[in-house]
């Protein structure tokens, strides 16, 4: 069997477009590809700041496919996909291309049913109440000292290694936990956690905000930070009235 002169006119055509159509797709394919910005980010402030967030981050940087390593490690590049890198250190540190994104302000916290039996309305009222330590006993130690509160042991209570964990406890009553005005904002602006009193200090300690070299002009990254400064500081905002 052979081809007609009709069949072989024919043949040309379809092969010819179908070489421009597989060209098209190619082209297309290319211009689709989807910008990914990998992220890695300290566990608490991942799950208590960053994902319930997320909705709003997408319409930040829409197109941008988003990759979340939650990570522990003193290496904040050891992941050598991560476009930039969100973790804390003592504040004041020289941290390599990074800059300070927030220093927290740090506060008792408890459920609001647990505030009211026994009576919880001024830092000596903790005398009567379990104290949950986020890591270490260190800052309910820096509490107690900076208000030269007497009757209470700041070494006694639960210890956590994540604060995740130790505001889940204070708001599910097992006790008063140290939290703050960024990672207990969502517990706070929810009504899960509430102030029983004013009294505050600043965290010894900073979250920074770094990008390494290679990603210095990724498209999506100072969208990102400006996001994210513009996010955390209007939680600031909301939360600096809302003591019981």
Known sequence: ????????????????AFTQIQSALTDLSLVATVDRL???????????????RLADLRAAIAGTCVEIIAETAEDWFSEPRATCAIHYATAGSTIENGEVLFRSTLFPVCCEAFHRLPPLRAPEDLRHHFLLHDRSVDEWTDFVRRGRITQINPRLGQVFSETAHC???????????IGDDVLASVYLSEGRLVKPFGDSFLSKNAYYFMVPDRAARH?????????LRESIEQGLRKNTTNVI
């Open 1 to 16: 069997m052979a081809l007609s002169d009709a069949g072989r006119k024919l043949f040309e055509a379809v092969t010819g």
């Open 38 to 52: 990998v992220i890695s980010v300290d566990p608490d402030f991942a799950g208590l700041w960053l994902v319930p």
């Open 167 to 177: 505001l889940e406890a204070a708001a599910r009553g097992q006790g008063v936990a």
């Open 219 to 227: 498209p999506s990254v100072d969208v990102f930070r400006d996001w």
